[in-house]
């Protein structure tokens, strides 16, 4: 398992992003190393955990419970192969692109090595949004990523460090749950029913999502609603 690409973007103004300055830093390229990794600061407040890349949209991106975002280099092979079109590194607007990594069947709190100083825990599964969609250019394109059920990872930093593309990835701590980023993501959009289940996870989760979860509860107990 290694980081195949380690990916940073820069303010780009474009006309699908709601922000009203039109302005995202989604469209992510490929750079060499080292890239210093931290803790950005709380959601609203911080932005990317990685030095030199942009999250203009802090209302609902960045932040320490999604500093990073992650998405395997065999999910964007199965993507160029259903578009009919090459998806680089950084297509997706990640920060890394893994290789031999099971990023979606990540199980919320694991935890990754990268390199010898790094280490980041897995939060949640990525929402996809309409930046998202006109970023890829693809009509109804929410509505497929959603129903794909593979929408990466966003991981928060545990131990600060510099990492560069190439590094190795190590699964360092892996959760004693059934909660996995496609199960929690599943839960928050198609089968909320699935939420009573998702607590498992704790306060590993992303604190939104958790919240989310226990509101259900909350309303619904146990069952399904």
């Known amino acids: 398992m290694k980081l195949l690409s380690l990916n940073l973007g820069r303010p780009k103004a474009v006309p699908y992003t709601d922000q009203a300055d039109g302005v995202t830093g989604m469209d992510k390229r490929p750079v060499d190393g080292p890239v210093r990794v931290a803790a950005p600061g709380p959601k609203g407040v911080g932005a990317s955990g990685l030095a030199g890349d942009a999250v203009c949209e802090t209302r609902h ?3 320490d419970d999604q500093a ?6 065999e999910d964007l092979d199965d993507w160029e192969r259903e578009l009919g079109r ?3 590194g950084g297509s997706f ?3 890394l692109t893994t290789e031999g990594l099971d990023v979606s069947g990540a199980k919320i709190g694991e ?3 990268i390199g010898s100083e790094v280490v980041l825990e897995v939060t949640s599964g990525r929402i996809p949004c309409l930046t998202f969609q006109g970023h890829m250019g693809e009509k109804g394109w929410v509505k497929r990523f959603t129903a794909k059920g593979a929408p990466g990872a966003y991981l928060r930093v545990i131990e600060p460090g510099e ?3 190439g590094d190795p990835i190590e699964i360092v701590h892996r959760p004693d749950h059934e909660v996995t980023v496609a199960f929690q993501f599943r839960a928050t959009t ?3 029913g699935l939420l009573p289940r998702v607590l498992a996870a704790a306060d590993a989760l992303h604190p939104g999502d958790l919240e989310t979860a226990r509101r259900y509860v909350e309303k ?3 069952g399904e609603g």
């Open 111 to 113: 935890r990754w090595r």
């Open 86 to 88: 090459p998806l680089a």
């Open 61 to 63: 991106h960045g932040g």
């Open 93 to 95: 607007g990640e920060n």
């Open 220 to 222: 619904y107990g146990q």
């Open 163 to 165: 990492i560069r593309a």
């Open 68 to 73: 990073v975002y992650a998405v395997a280099r």
């Open 190 to 192: 198609t089968e909320r």
